[in-house]
């Protein structure tokens, strides 16, 4: 095996690790940041103006995510229920 075939093996490996771990993180919703899901596959983030007009306007239509609240994904579709994961995964209502 060549050395460049090598080297885009172990590039791949660790591509298919990194990828894995990645999709483990917990989110991190930080302020001053919106969040948009335009649908399947389609999240956005960005800055948020800062001006009091821009937030008053966006707090006028917002509603707050309640506590232990699990969105989820099924048929293409997000979906959000009240409850949350168990360490194995398994959903339950506290």
Do not use: C
Not at 1 to 10: N, Q, Y
Not at 27 to 52: I, L, T
Request: without cysteine.
């Amino acid at each position: 095996m060549s050395p460049l075939s090598k080297t885009l093996v172990a590039a791949a490996a660790f591509a298919s690790i990194a990828t894995a771990a990645f999709s483990q993180v917990i989110w991190e919703f930080n302020p001053g940041m919106a969040y948009m899901y335009a649908g399947p596959g389609k999240m956005s983030a960005m800055a948020m103006a800062s001006s009091e007009k821009s937030h008053a306007a966006m707090m006028k239509h917002a509603t707050k995510v309640p506590a232990n609240t699990t969105f989820f994904m099924h048929n293409n579709e997000l979906y959000s229920v009240s409850g949350t994961l168990d360490p194995t995964g398994n959903f339950y209502r506290p």
